[in-house]
């Protein structure tokens, strides 16, 4: 097994991804403790330890085990259940998940740091389940808060993002779509992937994210009839895709360019063969429905028949 000091691991990893001590620590800890660990002089808690590895793009587990305390560990599984019972879409599992949160709000200590955001970030997601977006925006940015109580959606593409940031800023956009417009929606996911090709293209982990913001994207400037732009974000998804054998939104992808084409006027039988690859793909991974859906879409939208392959 290797050994290592964590005040040498955190530094040397910061120099290699070529961040400042500011860089590294915002949202997570102040500057002089992040300097006082990287000097040797504090051991970090796991929280502290795991977002600071996150925005390395490193996965704490392989680093380090005896940092978590008995503490650590409780509102690890607790996160751990909540997450399960918000990832079961059954009624039963929403009402445990919403009688699980009404008990931690109980609880004074889950209520500090990292555990009022797990909540902050459940009450969100239920709340876009329930098609409650007012409340999906208002749970989202106050969770976003917690790490940078100055966020601002206009400086998004500035940040160097926490794993959980991600998502909470898609939600963010998911209540614009609704509260706002397509358009303000689309800005904010076009912002999130600024900073994500900034920082973290190189990072598995962050493309399995990049692949469904790109998705996102795509299906966004399609109904914003921003073909041109469109376009090339399915391009960049289709190759992200085949590197990282990516079967679910592959043929999607695929489907969006080739509605832009038909859409445009332009190359017709380079979209109609786009489209016979998407229903092949679909029919191969037994995704009727889908495939359904998109004859349907485009039958209505441009008159395209199955049959006309």
Same mark, same amino acid.
């Given at each position: 097994?290797?050994?290592?000091?964590v005040?040498?691991?955190?530094?040397?990893?910061?120099?290699?991804?070529?961040?400042?001590?500011?860089?590294?620590?915002e949202?997570i800890?102040?500057?002089?403790?992040l300097?006082? &660990?990287e000097?040797g002089?504090?051991?970090?808690?796991?929280?502290?330890?795991?977002l600071?590895?996150?925005?390395?793009?490193e996965?704490?587990?392989?680093?380090?085990?005896? &940092?978590?305390?008995?503490?650590?560990?409780c509102?690890?599984? &607790?996160?751990?259940?909540?997450?399960s019972? *918000?990832?079961?879409h059954?009624?039963?599992?929403q009402?445990?998940?919403?009688?699980?949160?009404?008990e931690?709000?109980?609880?004074?200590d889950?209520q500090?740091?990292?555990g009022?955001?797990?909540?902050l970030?459940?009450?969100?997601?239920?709340s876009h389940?329930?098609?409650d977006?007012?409340?999906?925006?208002?749970?989202a940015?106050?969770?976003?808060k917690?790490?940078?109580?100055?966020?601002?959606e206009?400086? &998004?593409?500035?940040?160097?993002?926490?794993d959980?940031?991600?998502?909470?800023?898609?939600?963010?956009?998911?209540?614009?779509?609704?509260?706002?417009?397509?358009?303000?929606?689309?800005?904010?996911?076009?912002k999130?992937?600024?900073s994500?090709?900034?920082?973290?293209?190189s990072?598995?982990?962050k493309?399995?994210?990049?692949?469904?913001?790109?998705?996102?994207?795509?299906?966004?400037?399609?109904?914003?009839?921003?073909?041109?732009?469109?376009?090339?974000?399915?391009?960049?998804?289709?190759e992200?895709c085949k590197?990282?054998f990516?079967?679910y939104?592959?043929?999607?992808?695929?489907?969006?360019?080739?509605c832009?084409?038909?859409?445009?006027g332009?190359e017709?039988?380079?979209?109609?063969?786009?489209l016979?690859?998407a229903?092949? *793909?679909l029919?191969?991974?037994?995704r009727?429905?889908?495939?359904?859906?998109?004859?349907?879409f485009?039958?209505n939208?441009?008159?395209?028949?199955?049959?006309?392959?």
């Amino acid at each position: 097994m290797s050994l290592f000091r964590v005040d040498t691991l955190i530094k040397e990893l910061r120099i290699a991804k070529g961040f400042t001590q500011g860089q590294l620590c915002e949202g997570i800890c102040a500057k002089d403790s992040l300097s006082r &660990i990287e000097r040797g002089l504090r051991r970090p808690d796991w929280y502290t330890f795991e977002l600071l590895m996150q925005r390395l793009g490193e996965d704490p587990r392989k680093y380090c085990s005896d &940092i978590v305390t008995a503490n650590d560990m409780c509102v690890m599984n &607790i996160k751990h259940k909540l997450d399960s019972l *918000l990832r079961d879409h059954s009624d039963q599992g929403q009402s445990e998940a919403e009688q699980l949160i009404l008990e931690l709000k109980q609880d004074e200590d889950f209520q500090k740091g990292r555990g009022a955001q797990f909540l902050l970030m459940a009450e969100a997601a239920i709340s876009h389940r329930n098609k409650d977006y007012e409340k999906m925006y208002y749970h989202a940015t106050n969770a976003l808060k917690i790490n940078r109580p100055h966020f601002d959606e206009n400086k &998004i593409s500035t940040y160097i993002l926490l794993d959980d940031e991600v998502m909470l800023i898609n939600q963010i956009a998911i209540a614009q779509f609704q509260l706002l417009s397509f358009e303000k929606g689309t800005e904010i996911l076009l912002k999130l992937k600024e900073s994500l090709d900034n920082h973290y293209m190189s990072d598995k982990e962050k493309q399995k994210k990049y692949i469904g913001l790109l998705y996102n994207i795509s299906k966004n400037l399609g109904m914003l009839k921003e073909y041109e732009q469109c376009i090339p974000i399915c391009d960049s998804g289709i190759e992200l895709c085949k590197k990282q054998f990516n079967a679910y939104h592959y043929p999607l992808f695929l489907f969006h360019k080739a509605c832009c084409i038909l859409a445009s006027g332009a190359e017709e039988h380079i979209g109609l063969l786009l489209l016979k690859e998407a229903y092949v *793909l679909l029919d191969f991974y037994g995704r009727f429905n889908d495939k359904s859906l998109m004859e349907n879409f485009v039958k209505n939208e441009f008159g395209v028949h199955v049959s006309d392959f």
